[in-house]
């Protein structure tokens, strides 16, 4: 039985980010087939509240690719903020160290349930598409909360159940190939807001609206396994796959609904 809600082991974590592949693959197809051209790193990026002299720490940074718009902007390197990239993986951490060399922002091996600094450090903390990942949200959030400062400001993005995921298990259902039904998900666009609110005192959710046009199934196939090889997607059932998303293309695109946005945490 494939178990694609198991999101939250920490064993599956570390397995499929022990380097940066699933990771590189599952964004080129974003790039690729994304109706929304802006690209939702950048939309995140845009809405980051930068000033002089803050203090940023970026939880689960991944390959640190976000970061790309900040050294392309002059007058945001000229504000000396102190920026942490920091993520759980000894893969990701190695690779950021490397990319970073020499270019003054701080690297860190950090699990957000045990986040290594004083209380009241930062102006800006970063958790993007990280927290459906944790399995004890509400210490992680705590524990965020703990490292930010009064008048700080948290944002995390995330995906929501009506996107990508539902459309996956809506096929799957439609096949006959059997896998675990009870979410486990921690942290989405539906629950997020009501979970954010037991930390902060202000919480607003902004969506970035978006969806998939296809045209090579294989591309989206190699997306659906890096996803859910771990959890046991036998490969024997790709050709039935590929036969299922190509016969509902429509002018030779399979459309495929996206739901993404962020949360916005402070307190009064």
Not at 123 to 138: C, E, F, G, R
């Amino acid at each position: 039985m494939i178990d694609i809600n198991n999101m939250s082991s920490k064993t599956a974590v570390q397995e499929q980010y022990k380097n940066t592949d699933n990771l590189k693959l599952r964004k080129s197809l974003h790039e690729k087939y994304s109706v929304n051209k802006t690209g939702f790193q950048k939309w995140m990026f845009e809405q980051y509240p930068f000033r002089e002299k803050m203090k940023v720490l970026e939880l689960g940074s991944g390959r640190g690719e976000l970061w790309n718009y900040y050294f392309e902007n002059s007058i945001l390197r000229s504000y000396e903020m102190n920026i942490t990239l920091s993520d759980f993986s000894d893969g990701m951490v190695e690779y950021l160290r490397k990319h970073y060399l020499g270019m003054g922002i701080s690297v860190r091996k950090i699990d957000i349930l045990d986040i290594p600094f004083e209380k009241d450090t930062f102006d800006l903390i970063i958790a993007n598409s990280m927290l459906y990942h944790v399995k004890d949200i509400d210490s992680a959030l705590s524990e965020v909360k703990r490292v930010l400062k009064k008048s700080g400001l948290f944002y995390c993005a995330t995906f929501g159940m009506n996107g990508m995921t539902q459309y996956l298990y809506h096929a799957l259902d439609e096949l006959g190939i059997p896998y675990n039904h009870e979410s486990n998900i921690s942290f989405t666009l539906q629950n997020g807001m009501q979970l954010l609110k037991k930390q902060f005192d202000k919480v607003e959710r902004f969506d970035y609206e978006d969806a998939l046009a296809i045209n090579n199934i294989k591309d989206y196939l190699e997306y659906i396994y890096s996803m859910a090889s771990l959890q046991g997607l036998d490969p024997q059932k790709y050709d039935i796959l590929f036969h299922y998303f190509d016969s509902r293309k429509v002018n030779g695109y399979l459309h495929v609904p996206k739901e993404y946005g962020m949360f916005v945490s402070g307190n009064a």
